[in-house]
Every structure is written in C-alpha cells, then in structure tokens.
C-alpha cells in the first residue's frame, strides 16, 4: 500500500520494514535478528564508510593505501597452484600503468571472464606485491566494449553487515526506506535556532547526506567524524541518551528518602580516633554528601579518587550520619579481598565508637551465616559490609539508610538495583553513595553519569611519594631479579605481576606458577609466595594476610591485587607483559606500591615488537601519575565501553556519537536537555524513543 505523506496523523518511522517491498516473513526476520524492525531502524543504519567510484584513477597514480577506481584491459591472467589456488590478472589502461588483481577464491566461469583484451572496472586498495602494486580480491565488473557505464553520482555507502542479506539488497532496502523519508516538519524535534547557531543542517538533510554523500562530499571529514551530517546526528543521540538518564533520575527523585541530619556526634568521634588528617579534598566531599543525605530525597552521589585517596573514610563518615539516625549503612564491594579491607579498617573506626560492623560474604555460611541475617534483620547490625552476598534474596534489612557500592561497574545493574530495594519501602528508597578508584573523565562523567552527582578526591594524603615508572624490555628479566633480591636484603617488600596464571602456547606471557617457581628457585634467600584468582578464598586471604604483615618478601600475583590490601611497606613492583593491559589497570596496579614515605618504582616489563597503542600506553604511564590525565588518554585510545563496563551503560551502542571526539558538543547538549524538559517534554520523548528506543537504562542503579 503506497504512503500518503500529506497524512501527518501516520507516523512514518514506526513503520514496520514489511511494508517495503521485497520484506517478507524471511527478510523481516534477519532485519529483525540486527535489532532493524522499523522504517526509522533503517534511516538509522549508518554506513560505516565510504567507497568512492564517482571517478577513474589512471593506474600509473595509484598510491599504496588509497582506495581508487580503475579502468583498463586485461593483458595477462596465471592460475597457481603451488600453496593453495591463486588467479593474477594484469591490467593496464592508457598510462601505461600495469595493476595486478588477485584472488584466492574464484570459480571456473570467473576466470573465463577474464580474456586477454576485457575490458574491466574495479574498486580495492592497491598495495605493494611482488610485481608492483596488487588489488587482492577487488570488486569489479566485466564491461562490453559497447558499454556505457555510467559513473557514480554519489559516494556508494558500505553499511553494517545484516546476516543473511547481501550488501547490494541492504543498500536497496535502505533506499527504499530513505523514499519514505518524511518532510522537515514532520521528522525535525530540535530547535531550529539551535541548528542555526551551531551551523548544523536539518535531521532530514544530515540523513540523506550519510546515505547519499554527493560527489563534492567532504570524505576526510566522513572519515573521521566531523562532517555537519555527522555532528547534527550525534548531538541528538548525545541528547538522546542525556535525557534518558535524566528521565530515569528525575523518576527516583519522586521517592522520598530518610533524611539523614542529626549533630554528627559520631562524625566528630571518629575524626577525632582517626590517627591520620582528612585532606582537602575528603573534607569538600563529605560536606556534599553531608548536605545530600539532609534532604528527603535519595542522594545518588558518585565519589571518584584514585587508588589511595581516602574514599573509604569519606563513605565511614557517612555511614555515621546514618548511624546516629537511627538507619542501617550497607557496603558492597565487588570480591572477597576488597570486602575484606574495608570490613577491617571499618572495624578499626568504627568499633571503638560502640557501632556494630557485620559480614556477610559467600563463605560465611551455616550457623554464622543465620546469626548475621538475624542481626541485620533486627537492626542490631548497623554497619553490613559484603559482597554480593548482601544483595540475595535472603538479606532483609530493619531500616535501611545508606547503600554504597565500592567499583560499581563491576557488579551487573540489576545487583546494584538489587542493593538499593533493601530498603525500599513506604515509597522510600535509601541514599545511595558509589565509589570507584577509576578515574572517570570528565567528558565520561557528563555523558555516562548524568543521573549522578559526581565528586573527585582528587587530592593524595600528604606523605604520599610518587611512583616512578619505567619500561623495560624483557629481555633485561636478569637484571630485575638482581635488583628484587637487593630490595629483598635490604627489608622491603616487592609485587611481580603476572598476566596468566597457568602457561599458555597462544600468548607470550610468563604464568604465575611459572613465574613463582622462577623466582624461588633464583631467590632462595626470599620469601616468595604465589596468589591467584583459582586460589581457595581462604588461602588467597591467608597469603595476602602475610605479605601484608611482613612475612613475605615478593609476591607473585595475577592482576587479582589490582584492588586489593595496603602494604606501606611494598616500594617495588614489576608488571609483566604490561603491553597486554589497558591503561585504567595498569594504573590500579601501580597504585599498590607507592603507600608509604619510601621511594617507590613500578617496572612496566614488554615483550617487543610493542604496537603503536601499546607505546602509547607504556609513554603515558612513564609521563604521569595523575589517574584523571590517564583516563582521559584511556578513553582516547580505547572509547568508553571499556571504561565503564559496556554492558551496564549502553554506551557501545552509540551509532555516530564518539564521546572523546564530540565532547565538545556535551554543553550545547546538556542545555538543550534543560530547555527540552522544561518547555516541551513530548518533544524529549520523542528524541529518547527514536535513538534509546525501549531499552531499560537501569540508571538509576
């Protein structure tokens, strides 16, 4: 049935893909499978690049690299056979330019189409081969010396593959949906001043443009993500999920909270015990959090700092708001050894102040387990530290007042969720605090957390000696262990670091157990002792309990320690295969030594050749000890999914917007968030529905 497009009251893009032809129950299907079920899903189905065969490069310009078209006759053809099947075909044109095509797969009737004297076009990338430059498996077509073919008016698009569907019938079906395009009345939700202002073309025009890049498109500007079509398209996806997680803050903002604001009689008690000085910074942090947790709505506060900057303490403080209120405080941390630091330094505050700390992890089970569940059930226990043991169905709370969650995006969103409903109740839910030792960006932060208030610790305790970092190649392994072994004889302690516990043929890395029998053996006047993430919990915690007391002089360990317990005593740590690590982990990893007042080194080990990432990462490291300067780099060279822990944000599913590329538009975005919600909320909607579509943002976990 033809669309009437002078019928505002059909909406165009909630279209199903089966009204265009060719989409029967088949086709819809595998659309289906790409997440493509609507007309707007195509208009949306960007092209990841661009093939321009709007003109013929004569074959003696060709440059290894760039994508050309050519033209020209068939002079030679081979078929071989010495290692698998290969098929070259010589092609020259009038500049005397030779160009072989190669193909390793081919059938009988293809080769017989390439007759000495064909006619031929074809699209690839040269590159350097054994007789000049070669196209291996270009796209081509045979033409007839009568033929008239016609050059391309606009660039062709290269889209996301469809299982099932070949890129020709994508391109057809993306056409036919781009006929039903609507005008821009109908399709425009952004202001047009706005447009205006920032020099951006229309929804309708970007659209057609990344489809339909005419021949004088700026392709420099398409490849890296700054053409107007591209930028008019992330702003109002930035928008789009902006609004999302402003939706869903503004939905917990309708909970009321227990307002949590007495003298602080523990507060002054406990830093008065404390036997170090807050810093700067935790002071301006506690008072914000202090403030929130005054009010009758829920505070959802997330505190930043890198490995060592105090975030523990600040949580403690706020925990004794809720104390003296009367309410219960609940941490959660993602593993057993995390947990297990936090519930002995809490133990160390808080007890003396008469508060009742509890545990409840994994381990502890059976008649432990049942009293501590009574415990918290009553109220008796007012401070519960865990894992995610505290989020099973079995935890019940008396009165809970405070939720915090150590490395939150290390725990699934409906855990975190899980967490906050403990106290729910009375159409209340508790304050919740999220701390994490990755610095997050700023650019990150306004993107990714816009339904959070954000804080920085940024700001070391004083005593603190920055670590120096260098990078060795392991080929230099000897003089490492010398420089151990006189570490070792002179009282201090060291980490080796290793990425893989057992051997592995598929990757050049030392194992721990390797490693650790290495070392022993090369060492026989140190303690040398071995965790890893296989380890039984209790003997893991037993190791790291010795090591931490001084009974152990080298600890070799997987990347389990990367949070982990605070040795002061700890200077010296050698990373190994450090290439193989991100930047956000090698800087948690640095930040267990370097606890002390003693000089301290971090030894990045390589296995050359490095990539180019790879030395980026290692000279990154070497320059700086600022996690907010490594982080921004990190999101640089590795995007946002990884830093954040993809699955919970939805950020990978990003289809234009690149957070460290566009963040300049995150102001422009962030006010056009205000004015929508305030002067037209259907509007808002309408952004949220076409690029965040039903998907469940959880963001308020």
């Given at each position: 049935m033809p669309v009437r497009r002078d019928t505002p009251s059909i909406d165009l893009s909630a279209e199903p893909l089966s009204r265009l032809p060719g989409v029967g129950p088949r086709v819809a299907e595998k659309l289906a499978v790409r997440g493509l079920l609507t007309m707007q899903d195509l208009w949306l189905h960007l092209p990841l690049r661009y093939e321009d065969r709007t003109a013929i490069t004569p074959i003696r310009l060709l440059q290894p690299g760039v994508p050309v078209q050519i033209e020209g006759r068939v002079e030679a053809v081979e078929r071989g056979f010495r290692y698998r099947p290969v098929l070259r075909v010589a092609v020259g044109d009038e500049s005397r330019g030779t160009l072989v095509l190669r193909f390793f797969h081919f059938r009988a009737a293809q080769v017989a189409q390439f007759a000495v004297g064909a006619r031929i076009r074809c699209y690839g990338t040269p590159k350097p081969g054994q007789h000049g430059l070669e196209i291996v498996h270009p796209s081509y077509r045979v033409l007839g010396d009568g033929d008239d073919a016609a050059l391309g008016e606009a660039l062709d698009p290269v889209y996301p593959a469809v299982e099932g569907l070949g890129p020709a019938s994508i391109r057809k079906l993306i056409g036919e949906a781009l006929e039903r395009l609507p005008d821009n009345d109908s399709l425009e939700l952004l202001p047009a001043t706005l447009l205006e202002g920032l020099g951006l073309p229309s929804l309708r025009n970007a659209l057609l443009t990344m489809h339909r890049p005419p021949r004088d498109a700026d392709v420099a500007a398409l490849a890296l993500g700054t053409h107007p079509a591209q930028r008019r398209l992330a702003i109002e996806e930035l928008l789009a999920h902006h609004l999302s997680l402003r939706r869903q803050r503004l939905a917990l903002q309708q909970h009321g909270a227990p307002v949590l604001k007495g003298k602080g009689a523990l507060v002054k008690a406990l830093v008065k015990a404390l036997p170090f000085t807050l810093t700067g910074a935790q002071q301006r942090v506690f008072k914000q959090i202090r403030e929130d947790i005054a009010k009758p709505s829920p505070m959802l506060r997330l505190v930043q700092g890198d490995v060592g900057s105090g975030k523990t303490v600040v949580a403690a403080l706020a925990g004794m708001l809720a104390v003296e209120a009367g309410k219960q405080v609940a941490l959660a941390a993602p593993t057993e050894l995390l947990a297990e630091q936090h519930l002995a330094n809490l133990r160390a505050w808080l007890e003396p102040l008469g508060v009742r700390v509890a545990w409840l992890a994994g381990k502890v089970t059976g008649k432990a387990r049942a009293t501590v569940l009574a415990q918290v059930a009553s109220g008796e226990a007012q401070v519960v530290v865990g894992t995610h043991a505290l989020m099973q169905e079995a935890v019940t709370f008396h009165d809970l007042g405070l939720a915090i969650v150590d490395e939150q995006h290390r725990f699934g969103v409906h855990q975190r969720l899980a967490l906050r409903d403990k106290g729910a109740g009375?159409?209340?839910?508790?304050?919740?605090?999220?701390?994490?030792?990755?610095?997050?960006?700023?650019?990150?932060?306004?993107?990714?957390?816009?339904?959070?208030?954000?804080?920085?610790?940024?700001?070391?305790?004083?005593?603190?000696?920055?670590?120096?970092?260098?990078?060795?190649?392991?080929?230099?392994?000897?003089?490492?262990?010398?420089?151990?072994?006189?570490?070792?004889?002179?009282?201090?302690?060291?980490?080796?670091?290793?990425?893989?516990?057992?051997?592995?043929?598929?990757?050049?890395?030392?194992?721990?157990?390797?490693?650790?029998?290495?070392?022993?053996?090369?060492?026989?006047?140190?303690?040398?002792?071995?965790?890893?993430?296989?380890?039984?919990?209790?003997?893991?915690?037993?190791?790291?309990?010795?090591?931490?007391?001084?009974?152990?002089?080298?600890?070799?360990?997987?990347?389990?320690?990367?949070?982990?317990?605070?040795?002061?005593?700890?200077?010296?740590m050698i990373i190994e295969n450090a290439e193989r690590l991100g930047l956000a982990q090698l800087h948690q990893l640095r930040g267990r030594v370097g606890r002390g007042a003693t000089a301290s080194t971090c030894v990045l080990m390589y296995q050359p050749p490095l990539s180019m990432m790879a030395k980026h990462r290692l000279a990154t490291m070497r320059q700086t000890n600022d996690g907010f300067v490594i982080a921004e780099k990190d999101l640089e060279l590795r995007g946002p999914g990884e830093l954040l822990g993809t699955r919970q944000t939805g950020l990978a599913a990003f289809r234009v917007a690149d957070l460290a590329r566009d963040a300049g538009l995150l102001p422009q975005v962030h006010a056009l968030a205000e004015r929508l919600l305030a002067d037209d909320p259907a509007a808002a909607d309408r952004v949220i529905h076409r690029w965040v579509g039903g998907a469940a943002r959880y963001a308020s976990a």
């Open positions: 009375r159409n209340r839910v508790p304050h919740q605090l999220v701390m994490t030792a990755t610095p997050i960006p700023r650019t990150l932060a306004m993107a990714a957390y816009a339904d959070l208030d954000v804080s920085a610790i940024d700001e070391l305790p004083p005593g603190r000696t920055p670590v120096q970092t260098v990078a060795l190649s392991a080929e230099r392994r000897p003089e490492l262990v010398e420089r151990i072994r006189t570490a070792c004889a002179e009282g201090r302690q060291a980490y080796w670091v290793c990425t893989l516990i057992d051997d592995s043929d598929e990757v050049v890395a030392q194992a721990a157990q390797t490693t650790f029998e290495a070392l022993s053996a090369s060492l026989p006047d140190a303690r040398v002792a071995l965790v890893h993430g296989r380890m039984k919990a209790a003997d893991k915690q037993a190791t790291m309990r010795r090591f931490k007391e001084g009974e152990v002089d080298l600890l070799v360990a997987t990347t389990v320690i990367e949070v982990g317990v605070d040795v002061p005593n700890a200077s010296l």
